[in-house]
């Protein structure tokens, strides 16, 4: 494979940076910007999160792959389906993981989270989750504390977020009065004071609920492929096509917080 492309299966690459974006990741302003992952994958993009400094994490279901800031690959790694959306902290990443069934009335989920080194992708450990019977699909870090969300039977009028402590000792499950989204919470992240969730459904919502979960506030916003911030109100979202036989491809875009919309992509 050619890590150097930036047309790619089923999507059009999008320029590393354009001029201003590349002259604030060198000031040190903001490290990341609008990028694509090179390659096609049996699984469609579940997620994103970066190292803070210099690369980014894309798990593609059953493939886990690092780039660097501009989109080259450093390095792939097979994993079990289904591998979802994740996290960084102190030099590891941290993935929501289900090998049973998502959004079964019968709780028969097989929840985990494996944690990688954020280096080489090596293994670190695995921690069970049992906790989230409909399955675990998507994680975020926050103040010593792990937040793993997932899926939700049809009939549910609110979703669910279970914390953990660092050596995953279940805390507390968190009801988020947010109506039902289809399949439950894809993706998750914590900036500027809230939480912020993507889901699936026509049309796909975001979900910006406060600290303590106690409110909530509900968009027509795609981030159910990943949301990652990267700076106070920006973050980065991400877009995927393509299909197992063609393989699937995903891009990030920036994206600003905005009182009205929820967030809302910059112009490229």
């Not at 994993?79 to 049973?100: E, Q, T, W």
């Not at 197992?244 to 009205?260: I, M, N, T, V, W």
């Amino acid at each position: 494979m050619n890590t150097n492309r930036r047309v790619f299966l089923g999507l059009a690459a999008v320029p590393a940076a354009n001029a201003i974006q590349t002259a604030l990741a060198k000031q040190g302003e903001l490290r990341f910007h609008n990028v694509a992952c090179p390659g096609g994958y049996p699984g469609h993009l579940q997620g994103v999160c970066t190292n803070e400094r210099d690369a980014i994490y894309w798990p593609f279901t059953e493939v886990l792959v690092k780039t660097d800031a501009e989109g080259k690959i450093l390095k792939t790694l097979q994993v079990r389906s289904h591998h979802g959306d994740l996290c960084y902290h102190d030099g590891k990443i941290y993935v929501a993981v289900n090998f049973g069934l998502f959004n079964d009335a019968q709780k028969r989920a097989d929840s985990w989270v494996y944690v990688y080194d954020a280096g080489d992708l090596s293994l670190f450990s695995k921690h069970a989750v049992p906790e989230l019977v409909y399955g675990a699909g998507g994680m975020a870090y926050r103040k010593g504390r792990f937040f793993v969300v997932g899926g939700l039977p049809e009939g549910f009028e609110e979703n669910y977020v279970y914390e953990y402590d660092r050596k995953f000792r279940f805390i507390k499950r968190h009801v988020v009065k947010s109506g039902y989204t289809y399949l439950g919470i894809q993706t998750a992240a914590y900036s500027d004071g809230y939480w912020w969730f993507g889901c699936y459904g026509e049309p796909k919502i975001l979900l910006k609920v406060s600290e303590d979960f106690s409110t909530v506030r509900r968009f027509e916003f795609d981030c159910s492929l990943g949301i990652v911030p990267v700076a106070k109100n920006t973050f980065l979202i991400a877009k995927g096509r393509g299909s197992r036989k063609q393989g699937h491809s995903a891009e990030l875009l920036l994206a600003d917080a905005d009182e009205q919309k929820g967030l809302v992509v910059r112009p490229a």
